[in-house]
């Protein structure tokens, strides 16, 4: 059975930080992209980074520069380290992976950023 299990979220300030984190369980964690997305209030749940096998990363134009994808092989971990952060980044995160054409995701992680 896939899992995701998402932590790190909180309540910070403009220009705060936070580290996600997002352990996985039942898949061979090391070949797989992995994906962290969030979703606001009234908004679509949008691709945020992306990092694959090999350690290649995606970012949105959003958080290019401010966000930084992560992977950790050996205890099966995706991170993202957050900073700068604004209160248009205030959503749920989840973490997220495809395999085999199955789509898994975590239970997600609430980020506040307060103005």
């Known amino acids: 059975q896939v899992r995701l299990v998402e932590s790190g979220g909180g309540l910070v300030q403009t220009g705060g930080s936070l580290r996600l984190s997002c352990t996985s369980s039942?898949?061979?964690?090391?070949?797989?992209?992995m994906n962290w997305y969030r979703q606001a209030p009234g908004k679509q749940r949008e691709l945020v980074a992306r990092?694959?096998?090999?350690?290649?990363?995606n970012y949105s134009d959003s958080v290019k520069g401010r966000f930084s994808i992560t992977r950790n092989n050996a205890i099966d971990t995706v991170s993202l380290q957050m900073n700068s952060l604004e209160p248009e980044d205030t959503a749920v995160y989840y973490c997220n992976t495809n395999v085999e054409g199955e789509t898994y995701w975590g239970q997600g992680t609430q980020v506040t950023v307060s103005s």
């Open positions: 990092i694959f096998s090999g350690g290649y990363t």
């Open positions: 039942g898949i061979n964690f090391k070949i797989y992209t």
